[in-house]
Nanobody, 123 residues
């Protein structure tokens, strides 16, 4: 099993940038495709981005495309989500997730989850 811990959340003004990270322990993340999801108050959790095991392939939700970048450092067992041009509607708890066999936006197919990190964007 792999344990995931997110970090890097915080308060930022609209238009600003923030990078959230996901540190894995227990197993190397090179064995997992990774995803980022988010949940805003009163809303369902939604897909943000994913990255393949090798890091060659990524995909993004339309709402963040061109502003967010997902990356992974398998040597450091971490995954990052660089968020630029942040908007108030990006305010949410951000979760990373891991799957040994699935890359995509279906959160039900991810097996391991972190506890989340809060990102708040002020207007």
């Amino acid at each position: 099993q792999v344990q995931l811990v997110e970090s890097g959340g915080g308060l930022v003004q609209a238009g600003g940038s923030l990078r959230v990270s996901c540190a894995a322990s227990g197993r190397t993340i090179s064995a997992y495709a990774m995803g980022w999801f988010r949940q805003a108050p009163g809303k369902e959790r939604e897909f943000v981005a994913d990255i393949s095991l090798s890091g060659r392939f990524t995909s993004y939700a339309d709402s963040v495309k061109g502003r967010f970048t997902i990356s992974r450092d398998n040597a450091k067992n971490t995954v990052h989500l660089q968020m630029n041009s942040l908007k108030p509607e990006d305010t949410a708890v951000y979760y990373c997730a891991a799957s040994p066999s699935y890359t995509g936006s279906d959160q039900n197919r991810y097996d391991y989850w972190g506890q989340g990190t809060q990102v708040t964007v002020s207007s």
